[in-house]
């Protein structure tokens, strides 16, 4: 008896707007990728959309997008946030924003038919996500969807990249001593002289004297 698999076919979604729902947001960890020829190390996150559109065999068509985890004014990740918000962010959600609250929302996608370099494959790609029309109903989805970070076979992100902390001041080795014999702050104030430098004097001139009888006192 064979057991014969072959690749499987997956159709493409069609090229232009489509309705979709953004299903789930990935954390990648650490990602690397050459731009320009030169490599690049970058913390990102994926943002996986379930389109309306259904293939020719009725199955679901899932498209996702990789984002640098940042939100910097021209970032990427900016635009499609506030997209997909329909607002800009507040300060407050540009220093802290949980990704987690996109899911759910629903968006219109610009699709666009890209072949990659790689291996020759086209692949219907996102260049642009706009916010939902209000006055249209929400697109379908798949109520069977199971979050990736739910499922048995995911191992987690990549080691994300640390924050880079910055190094401590030296410490003179007077004051390290100081420290290290338990010695307070207060009482290494008591022993530095804090009087005010000795005033100078131009040194005294070594020309002769002279005089008149004027410059005698009596």
Known sequence: MSNIVR???FELLDAGLQNATVRDV???GIVTSKWEGE???ANKHRLIFEAEERDSHGRVIYLRRDCTSFLAPKA???EFVEALLGRQLTVGEKRDFDLDD?????CQLVVVHQ???SDGKTYANISQILTWPAKLKPPRIDPDYVRVQDRRDY???IKRAPTPVPKPKPVPAASKDHIEDGVSLDDMVKHVDMRPPAETYPPASTKPFVGTDNDIPF
């Open 39 to 41: 490599e690049r190390s």
């Open 115 to 117: 072949t990659s370099k």
């Open 102 to 106: 996109l899911i759910g929302l629903p």
């Open 7 to 9: 690749e499987q076919d």
């Open 26 to 28: 990935v954390d990648l």
């Open 76 to 78: 990427k990740l900016t």
């Open 155 to 157: 191992n987690g992100p």
